[in-house]
């Protein structure tokens, strides 16, 4: 699963999406393979100047994300609207 999350997140940056919004609302865990996939994804579009953004809602995966320094990394938000607002509208891919 994780596999086809990374090559999901690392194809829509290949295709040229300049903003990618990875919705994890629905989300209560999140293991180093999930975390490896995140942390490429914000790589690759650093590369390429494009935008990653979060939406996380469950304290286990917000702590996770915390202890390894991914939001650090990549801005988390609350819920997709609040990361969809925080790129502008051209940014939306």
């Known amino acids: 699963m994780a596999d086809s999350f990374r090559e999901a997140l690392l194809s829509a940056l290949n295709d040229g999406a300049l903003g990618l919004i990875v919705d994890l609302t629905a989300t209560v865990f999140i ?3 999930g975390i490896t996939a995140l942390v490429r994804a914000s790589r690759r579009a650093a590369a390429s100047e494009a935008a990653v ?3 996380v809602t469950a304290p286990a995966v917000l702590r996770v994300l915390d202890l390894v320094g991914v939001d ?3 801005e988390v ?3 997709v609207t ?3 607002a925080s790129l502008s509208g051209d940014r939306l891919s």
């Open 72 to 74: 650090q990394l990549i």
């Open 77 to 79: 938000y609350p819920d």
């Open 82 to 84: 609040a990361a969809a």
């Open 53 to 55: 953004r979060l939406a």
């Open 31 to 33: 293991d180093s393979a």
